[in-house]
């Protein structure tokens, strides 16, 4: 088995006219993790995704996916996606939906009728096989779509968005085929807004803001023992906020309450000593883990939003 990456990219962006939608794109995604992709409205993901897929054009740069080149048809037969945005054959059943994309991958007959049926018990859809897909609820097309990206057995699954419109039940459902997707030595390249979704099952994660990845890491070396602390003190002169920067980062000041983050919890002991001695009474310290919501904010910023817009109904976007 090739130990090459399975997703590479140098320096790939993507204009549209005047519109800067991906600046610099340059990653790499092993065989067999997770991996998330995460930024805020407009950032760009879900057209870095259009390229990866080589359904769009990149203006600069280059990638490979598989070893094969952005778009190549042949290591496309080796790729599944599942668009956020998705518009099925609503007049199809469940069990002719699938077989229609099975007859685009040129799947033979027997193959076909074991693989539709795997997958059906899989996204928990087997009772459902016969009726229309206009019947169905969001959800269950959000898990049809699923079988749809598996159908193939791919090596590599890109997923945008797979937990919109699912209850907490059917989160968990994606979740757990994600994480057997891995097992399996299946690359999976995940774009959501759900972040503790990400927290729990990504491998690494890439943040990107205004078309370009800002940070990119494993999630333990990115959270692995960085706290957020919250320090409820009274009495505490202003010219000693200062001094706390010795120890602290981000340092937020409202009114009593001290918000800042640290390296360690070692370091604690240090910072009640300091303000008790700058005449501050401390009332509560409150350490915690930072959870990826607190990283997200910190790296991005928070005046922007993770909601997800609209990118996939115009290319433009």
Known sequence: ?????????????????????????????ERGEIFGFLGPNGAGKTTSMKMLLGLITPT????????????????????GFLPEHFRFHEWLTAEEFLRLHADLYRMEGE????????LLELVELKAHAHRKLRTFSKGMLQRIGLAQALLSDPEVVFLDEPTSGLDPMGRRLVRDITRDLRTKGTTVFLNSHFLSEVEVTCDRVAFIKEGIIVRIGSLDSLMNGELQVVIRVRNLKPESHQGLTRWCRNLQIEGEQLTFQLDS??????????????????YTVQPKIIALEDLFLEII?????????????SLKS
């Not at 598989?66 to 080796?78: H, M, Q, S, V």
């Not at 910072?271 to 700058?278: A, F, M, N, P, S």
């Not at 910023?301 to 109904?313: K, Q």
């Open 1 to 29: 088995m090739s130990t090459s990456p399975v997703i590479e990219t140098d320096h790939l962006s993507k204009h549209f006219r005047d519109n800067v939608a991906v600046a610099d794109l340059s990653l790499q995604v």
């Open 60 to 79: 600069a740069g280059n990638g490979n996916v598989l070893g094969a080149p952005l778009g190549d048809r042949e290591a496309k037969r080796r790729v």
């Open 111 to 118: 193959r076909t009728t074991r693989r539709i049926h795997e």
């Open 265 to 282: 919890e070692d370091q604690l002991p240090s910072i009640t000593r300091y303000l008790i001695e700058q005449g501050g009474d401390v």
């Open 301 to 313: 910023g928070e005046n922007d939003s993770l909601e997800p817009r609209d990118e996939a109904i």
